[in-house]
C-alpha cells in the first residue's frame, strides 16, 4: 500500500523540509529568530500523540528527546521549549524551538510576539551544515 501521506500547506508554507527520520519528517520554520524546528509524524489523519500507536509513541519520544538534546548542544540554548498545540494547523506536529534568555521574544512564548524574518539563502546553508551531520544518529535509529 502507498504512503499517501501529505504534510498540511501550513507547514508546507511556512517551513523547509529537512530530513526524514524513521517515523518523522523534520521542518526549519522560516523564522531566523530562533533554531525552530518542527517534528511531523508520517502517520495520516492524526492530530494529537495519543492518537500515535504504541510504538510510533515510542519512536516519537526518542525522535523528539534526541532532537532536543543535539539542539541545545548545537546552539548552546538556556531552554528547550518543546509544544503541540494544533489549534491553527490540525496536523500532529511538535515544535522544537531552542530559547536564550537574549532573545526577541524572551520569555514569552514566540507566537505572535515580532514577524517571522525568512532565511537567507546563505543563512539556511549555514544551518543545514550546523544541524545536519549532527542528526545522522536519529536517522539511523529503528
Known amino acids: 500500500m502507498p504512503n499517501t501521506f501529505q504534510l498540511h500547506e501550513l507547514l508546507q508554507r511556512d517551513a523547509i523540509e529537512l530530513l526524514e527520520l524513521p517515523l518523522s519528517t523534520l521542518l ?5 529568530n530562533y533554531p ?12 494529537d500523540i ?8 515510542q519512536q516519537f519520544l526518542n525522535e523528539s528527546s534526541l532532537l532536543s538534546e543535539v539542539l541545545m548542544q548545537l546552539f548552546n540554548g538556556t531552554k528547550m521549549n518543546v509544544a503541540a498545540l494544533g489549534n491553527i494547523c490540525p496536523q ?8 536564550f ?3 526577541i521574544a524572551w520569555p514569552k512564548p514566540v507566537w505572535g510576539e ?13 544551518l543545514k551544515e550546523k544541524v545536519l551531520p549532527a542528526l545522522a544518529i536519529i536517522t539511523t535509529q529503528e
Open 114 to 126: 515580532v514577524p517571522m524574518k525568512a532565511y537567507s539563502i546563505e543563512e539556511l546553508e549555514q
Open 28 to 32: 526549519l520554520m522560516n523564522d531566523s
Open 36 to 47: 525552530w524546528f518542527v517534528l511531523v509524524p508520517r502517520v495520516e489523519n492524526i492530530q
Open 50 to 57: 495519543y492518537q500515535l500507536d504504541w510504538e510510533q509513541q
Open 92 to 99: 500532529l506536529h511538535v515544535h522544537h524551538i531552542v530559547r
Open 101 to 103: 534568555s537574549d532573545d
